[in-house]
C-alpha cells in the first residue's frame, strides 16, 4: 500500500502508462471519489441536512469501497480488463446520490460521466463500452420513477438528457482514445526504429577502422569513435591527458612544423568547410601515423548548420609503401637511362657509317628508333614517379616557339610514318611554367598523335590565343577513342581498347602526366574522340600577362 502510494504521489514526475495496473486503476477511480467529497463539502457548507438521510451516506460509503477494492485487489493477476467491473459498479452509487439529493442538490447525475469517461477512454471494445455506459445511465435515471411506480411517459422522457448528454461524452472520448493509440503507437515505433539506428550506428562507429569525429558547431566533440579516439592519443605531446586542439600534433604531409590553428581539419570543419583526402601527421617520432581526413557539415530540419562530421584514415602504410615504389621505380628508371643512352649513342654512330649496306643501315634505324621509344617509356615512368614529391621550376616561356620545336623535332618520325605533319602558331604565346614539363606535355601530345594515325594521314598542331588562355589543339586522323574509354584515358596505366587491339606500345602514362601538369599549371587538358574518325587534344594554360 505503501508503495501504490509512493507511485501515486509520483506521478507529476512519471508518465501514466509507466505505472503498474493497480496505481492506474486508482488514479482512474479518483476524480469521482474527490468529486463526490466535494458534494459532502457543499452540503456541510449550506448545512443542508443531507448527512442524516441513509441514502446520501450509503453512496458516499459504497464510493469509498470501490476506492479501497481499487487499491487492494492484485488486478494483474485476474483476467484482462477485469477492473473495468468498477465503473459500471459506480453507476450505483452515483445513482443513489443523486436520487438522495435530487430535491437541494441538481445535476448531480452528471458524475455518471466519470464511470463513461473510464469506460470509453479504456480503448476496450468502445462500439461495446460506450451502449453499456449509456445503458447505466438510462437504469440510473429511470430506476428511482420504477421503484416509486412513477414511470410515466412524461416522466422517462424528461430524464433522456442526461443519458444523450453521457453518451456524447462518451462518444468523445473513445474517438479521442482511439486517435491518442493510434499516434501513441506510432510514436512507440518510430523510438523503437531510433533506438535501433543508434544502436546500429554506435556498432557501425566502432566497428570501422576509419576514426570518426562530429563536432557542434562550435568545434565541441559530439561523437568520437574507439579507432579516433586512439589517433587523438598519438596526437598528444607528452605527458597531456586530453588536450585541446592548438596543443594537438598535426603537421602538414611533409612538413616537420606544426599546422597553422586555420589549417587543421577541426578548425575547418567547424567552420562549414568542405573537404576531401586532406593529408595530415599526427604526432611525432617513431609512433605518428599519417591520415587522410574528410569533412562534411550536417545540417537540420530548418537547414541551418548543425555541427560537422569528420573521417580519418590511417594511411601511414600505404604512403610508405607508395614512397618506396618510386623510390624503387626511379632507381630504376636511372639504371635503364645509361645503358640506353650508350645504345642511341652507338646507334647514331653506325648510321654514319659509310660502309653500311642498305639492310645494314636499315636495321640499324630500327634499334635506333626502338631505343629511342624505350627511353621515352623511361622518362614517363621516371617523370610519374617524381612528379608528387618535385616543385616545377616556373619560368617565362613561350608555348607557340615549344610547339615549332616539337614540330620540327617530330618530323622525320612524321615522314617515316607517312604522315603530314602541319603546325600553325605564329603568334607569340606567352606563359608562366616549367619548360621541362610543358616539352614533354607537347611531345606526348605530338607523339600519341602520330603513334595512333594510319599512314597517308594528317596531324594539325595549333597554338592560338582565347581570351587569358594560351590554346595549343593537336588534331588527328586516326583510330579515335571509344566512348566508354573517353572517362579513363587520362588515368594512369590505362590505355584505350582501341590502342591494345592494335598492338600499339605504350605504357598508359603519357596522357596521365599531360594533364597533372596541365592541371599544375592552373590550366586544363580535354579531348573530343570518335571511334575510327580522330581525336583533338586541347591544351589550356594561362598567359603570363593574365597571371600578373
Not at 601511414?316 to 615504389?325: G, L
Request: proline share 5%; with cysteine; hydrophobic share 45%.
Amino acid at each position: 500500500m505503501g508503495n501504490l502510494l509512493e507511485k501515486i504521489v509520483l506521478l507529476g514526475q512519471r508518465r501514466f502508462h509507466e505505472l503498474n495496473l493497480r496505481a492506474k486503476v486508482v488514479l482512474s477511480q479518483l476524480p469521482l471519489n474527490a468529486t463526490m467529497l466535494l458534494v459532502c463539502w457543499i452540503a456541510a457548507a449550506v448545512q443542508i441536512g443531507e448527512f442524516t438521510d441513509a441514502g446520501f451516506l450509503g453512496a458516499q460509503a459504497m464510493a469509498l469501497l470501490l476506492l479501497a477494492a481499487c487499491a487492494l485487489i492484485p488486478w494483474e493477476r485476474l483476467p484482462q480488463r477485469s477492473f473495468l467491473v468498477i465503473p459500471l459498479l459506480d453507476f450505483i452509487p452515483v445513482g443513489i446520490l443523486r436520487a438522495s439529493t435530487e430535491d437541494v442538490l441538481q445535476g448531480l447525475g452528471l458524475l455518471a460521466v466519470f464511470p463513461m469517461m473510464w469506460l470509453a477512454g479504456s480503448g476496450y471494445r468502445p462500439a461495446v463500452m460506450v451502449p453499456l455506459g449509456t445503458a447505466a445511465t438510462f437504469l440510473m435515471v429511470w430506476t428511482p420513477h420504477f421503484a416509486e411506480g412513477n414511470s410515466g411517459p412524461y416522466k422517462l422522457t424528461a430524464e433522456l438528457v442526461t443519458p444523450f448528454m453521457v453518451m456524447a461524452i462518451g462518444i468523445a472520448t473513445a474517438v479521442m482514445t482511439a486517435s491518442g493509440m493510434i499516434q501513441r503507437s506510432r510514436v512507440e515505433e518510430l523510438l523503437e526504429r531510433t533506438e535501433l539506428r543508434q544502436r546500429l550506428l554506435d556498432t557501425v562507429l566502432e566497428t570501422v577502422d576509419v576514426g570518426v569525429l562530429v563536432l557542434d558547431p562550435k568545434g565541441k566533440r559530439l561523437i568520437m569513435n574507439a579507432r579516433q579516439r586512439e589517433l587523438h592519443q598519438i596526437a598528444l605531446p607528452d605527458g597531456v591527458d586530453e588536450g585541446r586542439e592548438p596543443e594537438l600534433l598535426v603537421y602538414g604531409e611533409n612538413s616537420d612544423q606544426l599546422a597553422p590553428l586555420e589549417r587543421r581539419p577541426a578548425y575547418r570543419a567547424r567552420n562549414g568547410e568542405t573537404f576531401t583526402h586532406n593529408v595530415f601527421r599526427l604526432g611525432a617520432g617513431a609512433d605518428a601515423r599519417i591520415v587522410s581526413v574528410s569533412a562534411r557539415p550536417f545540417r537540420g530540419v530548418s537547414g541551418g548548420q548543425e555541427g560537422s562530421v569528420l573521417a580519418f584514415s590511417d594511411v601511414t602504410e600505404v604512403v610508405k609503401a607508395v614512397r618506396a615504389r618510386d623510390r624503387f621505380v626511379a632507381a630504376m628508371s636511372h639504371e635503364f637511362r645509361t645503358p640506353l643512352t650508350s645504345l642511341l649513342g652507338y646507334a647514331e654512330l653506325l648510321q654514319e657509317e659509310p660502309c653500311l649496306t642498305a639492310s645494314a643501315r636499315s636495321d640499324v634505324q630500327v634499334m635506333a628508333r626502338n631505343a629511342r621509344h624505350l627511353n621515352k617509356m623511361v622518362d614517363d615512368i621516371l617523370a610519374a614517379a617524381t612528379s608528387d614529391v618535385t616543385e616545377p621550376v616556373r619560368a617565362p616561356i613561350d608555348l607557340a616557339r615549344l610547339l615549332r620545336e616539337e614540330a620540327t623535332s617530330s618530323a622525320p618520325d612524321a615522314v617515316n610514318r607517312g604522315i603530314t605533319l602541319q603546325v600553325s602558331a605564329d603568334d607569340p604565346l606567352p606563359i608562366l611554367g616549367d619548360q621541362t614539363a610543358i616539352v614533354r606535355t607537347i611531345a606526348n601530345l605530338v607523339s600519341n598523335a602520330l603513334k595512333y594515325s594510319e599512314t597517308g594521314g594528317t596531324v594539325v598542331v595549333t597554338g592560338k590565343q582565347e581570351g587569358g588562355w594560351a590554346v595549343c589543339t593537336v588534331e588527328d586522323r586516326g583510330i579515335g577513342i571509344a566512348p566508354e574509354d573517353l572517362q579513363r584515358v587520362f588515368t594512369r596505366f590505362q590505355r584505350s581498347s582501341a590502342a591494345v587491339r592494335s598492338g600499339i606500345p605504350g605504357t598508359g602514362l603519357g596522357l596521365a602526366l599531360a594533364r597533372e601538369v596541365a592541371v599544375q599549371h592552373g590550366g586544363s587538358l580535354d579531348v573530343e574522340s570518335e571511334l575510327g574518325v580522330g581525336s583533338v587534344f586541347t591544351l589550356r594554360l594561362p598567359l603570363r600577362q593574365s597571371s600578373r
